[in-house]
């Protein structure tokens, strides 16, 4: 394990989450970063590093009163939150700026706006070109193709996807910010509404409002607050294909692959190392993707892993002790929920606490496995 030199002194979510039809999205933006600056104990005038995705990050930065001398305004889908600690670890190691602050905010049930999504795409993209003409009509008919090339190809049945969501409710159970809390069977997964084949509504994500925050600066400096931090051992980032007809394998996420070996790379750890795993489930076959592209599970044998329960409440690897995007959040992009849920577990005060656990890591999504982030964290001191 190499010595982490980033440490996340602030990360706090918004004060309410779920509905909350009385906030706009830059304010769930602000609300979620007074709530991280409350928690470490710092004042905007402390902020020198901004960053965040779905908001404009000058007006943004302007509307909370900081004045960075670094920003980062990646906004690639739902791991754009990962690749900003990426970035901000960079830039405080490079003295481009000392405290960063990363936020996110989305109104996705009540839409304060309403997001912007261009359809059907400029016949003059690739996806207008090459997708769109054939029905692709967004995430579901789109993240269907390689699950099912993948189900094929695996022997994986219907019965071990909808194990997944199965699982994720139970430790939804156990947290009460969760959007479903009430246990389901598989049978109920596979009778729940069709969306598009295979996934039922039960293996696809809700629509919620929230967001979160998070505060990076040296661990260095981390002594001098309050609250015991958590240290950034590695992280990673990649990328694969924006179009899902054009991956070269559907069994498999190039953009996984290259963003799990940088981190478990530059943390300088093993898989055995890891004691929690988040992995971003929009859609209950990327735990199936997550644990194979990472080196978790050989190929194949996710679905299976899962269905032992070994990733449920008791087993040896507990996956999205939060209740996941399928049960506890998923307000668009779910990688700050699962970087909080990390961070958490670091802190020892989450919901579902996992006795003894000193690393966690946090894998995301963009796009269509377009690209990839993951952060490893640990509550171990340098």
Sequence with gaps: MKKPAIAVV????????????????????????LNAMADAGLKPSDIDGFATAGEDVVA????????????????????????????????ISAGLCNTVLITHGESGRSQLPAPYFPWPPSPMSQMGQ???????????????????RYMKTYGVTLEQLATVPVIQREWAAKNPRAWFKDPITVQDVLTAKMIAYPFTILMCCPRTDGGGAIILTSAERARDIAKKPVYVLGTGEGSGTGLISQMPDFNTSAAF?????????????????VDHLMIYDAFAHLPLYGLEDLGFCKRGEAASFIQERRTAPGGELPVNTNGGGLSYQ?????????????????????????EGAKISMA???GGMFSVSSTVVFTNEAP
């Design 130 to 148: 090459l997708e769109s003409p054939y029905g692709i009509v967004g995430a579901p008919s789109m993240f269907t193709i390689p699950v099912l």
């Design 330 to 354: 998923h307000s668009g992009m779910y990688g700050m929920y699962a970087l909080q849920e990390s961070i958490r577990q670091m802190r020892g005060n989450a919901a579902a606490q996992v």
């Design 257 to 273: 692959r290259k963003s799990g070996a940088l981190a478990f790379e530059s943390a300088g750890i093993t898989r055995k190392d």
């Design 363 to 365: 894998h995301g999504v």
């Design 60 to 91: 943004l930065s302007q509307y909370l009163g900081i004045e960075p001398q670094w920003m980062d305004a990646t906004s690639v889908g739902g791991c754009s939150f990962m690749m900003h600690i990426r970035h901000a670890s960079a830039a």
């Design 10 to 33: 602030g990360a706090a979510e918004t004060t309410r989450m779920g509905t909350v039809p009385d906030m706009s999205q830059i304010q769930l933006h602000a609300d979620a970063a």
